[in-house]
C-alpha cells in the first residue's frame, strides 16, 4: 500500500497585500521566507509514509512552481501537473495522473494550509486504511446556528447541537479506487462538491473524523500570514 498526496493549487483566490507582502494568489506568498506551497509540500515529504506528493497548479505557473520545489530540494517524489478552474477539477486531474493501484491510499489538501503536522497526517492515514475515507475536522467551540437567508440578512430557523457538528479541516482522504468512483459518479452527475468528503458521502461512503488542531488553519485574508509566522515562531521552526 502506497500513499498519495494531491496539493490543488490552481486556485487564484484573493490577493491579499499584507504588510510588506507582494499582492499574490495566497498559496505563492511567504511565511517565514518560505513559499506557503513549499511549506505544505514539505509537511507531507517529512513524513516516511508518503511516496510522492502531486501539485495541481495553473498551466502559466507550472514553470514557477517547478523551480521552486527544485530550489528548495524537495526531491523527485513532487510531481506538478496542471489544474482546472476548479478544485474539484484539479483534484480530479490529479487523481487521473496518479500511477496507483486501487487499494493505495490518497489524502488531498489545501495548498495554504502549510502548518499542518506529522501527526496529523500520520493519524489520517491510519484512518483511512481503518475506514476507507477520512478527514481532518474539529470540533464546533461556538453556538451553531442554522439560517433562512432574506434581504436584510438572515433570520434563525434552528439551533444545532454543537456535539453533532465538526468544522472540516484537510487532509481528505480515501482509498484511491473509493475518491475514483466518487469522482465519477459526480462528473456524471454535473454535481460539484465543496470538498472531497461531500463527493464521497455522496457515493455512499463513509467517512471518518481525525482530529485536527488550530494551528492548521486555512491562509485567507491578511493578518493570517502574521499568525502563520507566530505559530512558526513559538515551534522555534523556521
Not at 470538498?195 to 455522496?202: G, P, W, Y
Request: some cysteine; charged content about 25%; proline content about 4%.
Amino acid at each position: 500500500m502506497r500513499v498519495f498526496v494531491i496539493l490543488p493549487a490552481a486556485g487564484i483566490g484573493t490577493r491579499m497585500a499584507v504588510g510588506s507582502h507582494t499582492a499574490a494568489p495566497k498559496q505563492f506568498l511567504s511565511v517565514g521566507g518560505v513559499p506557503v506551497l513549499v511549506r505544505s509540500v514539505k509537511a507531507f515529504l517529512d513524513v516516511p509514509r508518503v511516496d510522492a506528493v502531486c501539485v495541481a497548479v495553473r498551466a502559466p505557473e507550472r514553470e514557477r512552481v517547478t523551480a521552486q520545489i527544485r530550489e528548495h530540494g524537495l526531491g523527485e517524489r513532487v510531481h506538478v501537473v496542471e489544474g482546472g478552474d476548479s478544485r474539484q477539477e484539479s483534484v480530479g486531474n490529479a487523481l487521473a495522473a496518479l500511477k496507483s493501484n486501487d487499494d493505495d491510499i490518497v489524502l488531498v489538501h489545501d495548498a495554504v494550509r502549510p502548518l499542518i503536522d506529522a501527526a496529523t497526517i500520520e493519524r489520517t492515514i491510519e484512518a483511512v486504511d481503518r475506514h476507507g475515507a477520512a478527514i481532518v475536522g474539529l470540533p464546533a467551540v461556538d453556538t451553531i446556528k442554522q439560517v433562512e437567508r432574506t434581504a436584510e440578512g438572515a433570520i434563525i430557523t434552528a439551533t444545532i447541537p454543537r456535539e453533532r457538528v465538526v468544522l472540516a479541516q484537510t487532509p481528505q482522504g480515501a482509498r484511491v479506487a473509493l475518491l475514483r468512483k466518487a469522482f465519477a459518479e459526480a462528473q456524471a452527475d454535473g454535481f460539484a462538491g465543496t470538498d472531497e468528503a461531500s463527493l464521497l458521502e455522496r457515493a455512499g461512503v463513509e467517512v471518518a473524523v481525525v482530529a485536527g488542531s488550530a494551528k492548521n488553519f486555512k491562509i485567507t485574508q491578511p493578518g493570517d500570514i502574521e499568525l502563520a509566522e507566530f505559530y512558526l515562531k513559538q515551534a522555534g521552526t523556521r
